[in-house]
Each structure stands twice: as structure tokens, then as C-alpha cells.
T-cell receptor, first 118, second 112 residues
Framework: NAGVMQNPRHLVRRRGQEARLRCSPMKGHSHVYWYRQLPEEGLKFMVY????????ESGMPKERFSAEFPKEGPSILRIQQVVRGDSAAYFCASSPRLQGTSSYNEQFFGPGTRLTVL | LAKTTQPISMDSYEGQEVNITCSHNNIATNDYITWYQQFPSQGPRFIIQ???TKVTNEVASLFIPADRKSSTLSLPRVSLSDTAVYYCLVAPFYNQGGKLIFGQGTELSVKP
């Protein structure tokens, strides 16, 4: 069973360009989360999605950032008009539907996409 | 979600046992304690989770006193490959909100 996949692993953009980060959750997982890790800081929650629905976007910046998890295909985190402060590692995590004693607290993280804005 | 406090960094040598303590004074009755490990340039990885007393798996042990206001992650006989950041999190078992709240974590450095 392949783990969470993210691509690209590294992305370089110039200020004002758009960045699109993709995340394929583990097979059978219908919950996807995006986190951002700024240099020398811990991970910060951004958004929680289920198929075709945004459940919690309390950590998303109000402007320029959007996320989707369509019925088919990967989850996409989109950053429009990037600025240097967007440079960070963006991690996607997934978890399965709640079944029995499974816990939401176990999330499976991908390797991350490192965004550099020049 | 309860706030957690843990040391920013720790040093150890290969073969030693490492104990990382996390305080969570405002833990709620339905909260569980979860630890994650993050290697450089990788995503975090779930290590262990517990509610009270002691939990052990193939990677670590988790000790939780009766008042549950703190917890200790114990790594037996560490090796260089255990160098990582360790995060303590507190959240309800069925975390309906989904999100995990990560603190600063403890940066463990294992030396030869």
C-alpha cells in the first residue's frame, strides 16, 4: 500500500506566479489535511478536506490560498501570486474513515513539497 | 485543544535511554496523548498514543501518571538514526475537528 504521495517535491516560483501542490492520499483514505512548516518553526494546520468538501479551513490565509479535493484525482493546494513569505515546506496528510477504534489522531504524512519563492 | 510544553532540545549518546517529558496541565477528560517523530526533510510519523498508565510498542514507551498532566516518551537505547524532532500532541481520541496542533517539539540530537 503506497504511502501519501506529494508532487512536486521541490517547486521554485518567482513572486507573482502561481503554485499548485498535489497530494494523493493513501488508498482508502478519504480525509486529507494540509500543513505548512515555515523555516525553524513547527507545523501549522491549514485545511481539512473530505471528498468534494472543505471541512475546516481555519488555518488558511484569507487571500491567495485555496484547496480542493475533487471526487476524482488528487487534492490540490493552490497559492496565487506567491510572495517570498510563502516559502515553506507544505505537508499533506491523510487518514481513513473512522472505523471501530481507529483514531483521527493518527495521520499519515507525505514527504512534503518545498516551495521556494524567488 | 490543550496546550503542551516540552523542552526545545536534548542531547544524548548512542545506546542511552532518552526520556522526553511533555506537560499538558489543561488536558481534558476525553483527550489522548499522541507523539509524532519528524526526521529532517520528511513529514511527521505517528509513534505512539495513550490515555493513562503505560503504553509500549516496538518503537517507544509512553508513561502517563494518574493526574495525566504530563507524559514521558521513552526511547530505549537510541541510535544516530533517532535524531529527529519529537512532538507531543493532546487531542480527543475521535478528533472531530481533524486538525492536529503541533507545538515547537523537542529536537533530539544523538551523538556517537
Amino acid at each position: 500500500n503506497a504511502g501519501v504521495m506529494q508532487n512536486p517535491r521541490h517547486l521554485v516560483r518567482r513572486r507573482g506566479q502561481e503554485a499548485r501542490l498535489r497530494c494523493s492520499p493513501m488508498k482508502g483514505h478519504s480525509h486529507v489535511y494540509w500543513y505548512r512548516q515555515l523555516p525553524e518553526e513547527g507545523l501549522k494546520f491549514m485545511v481539512y478536506l473530505q471528498k468534494e468538501n472543505i471541512i475546516d479551513e481555519s488555518g488558511m490565509p484569507k487571500e491567495r490560498f485555496s484547496a480542493e479535493f475533487p471526487k476524482e484525482g488528487p487534492s490540490i493546494l493552490r497559492i496565487q501570486q506567491v510572495v517570498r513569505g510563502d516559502s515553506a515546506a507544505y505537508f499533506c496528510a491523510s487518514s481513513p474513515r473512522l472505523q471501530g477504534t481507529s483514531s483521527y489522531n493518527e495521520q499519515f504524512f507525505g514527504p512534503g513539497t518545498r516551495l521556494t519563492v524567488l | 485543544l490543550a496546550k503542551t510544553t516540552q523542552p526545545i532540545s536534548m542531547d544524548s549518546y548512542e545506546g542511552q535511554e532518552v526520556n522526553i517529558t511533555c506537560s499538558h496541565n489543561n488536558i481534558a477528560t476525553n483527550d489522548y496523548i499522541t507523539w509524532y517523530q519528524q526526521f529532517p526533510s520528511q513529514g511527521p510519523r505517528f509513534i505512539i498514543q495513550g490515555y493513562k498508565t503505560k503504553v509500549t510498542n516496538e518503537v517507544a514507551s509512553l508513561f502517563i501518571p494518574a493526574d495525566r498532566k504530563s507524559s514521558t516518551l521513552s526511547l530505549p537505547r537510541v541510535s544516530l538514526s533517532d535524531t529527529a524532532v519529537y512532538y507531543c500532541l493532546v487531542a480527543p481520541f475521535y478528533n472531530q475537528g481533524g486538525k492536529l496542533i503541533f507545538g515547537q517539539g523537542t529536537e533530539l540530537s544523538v551523538k556517537p
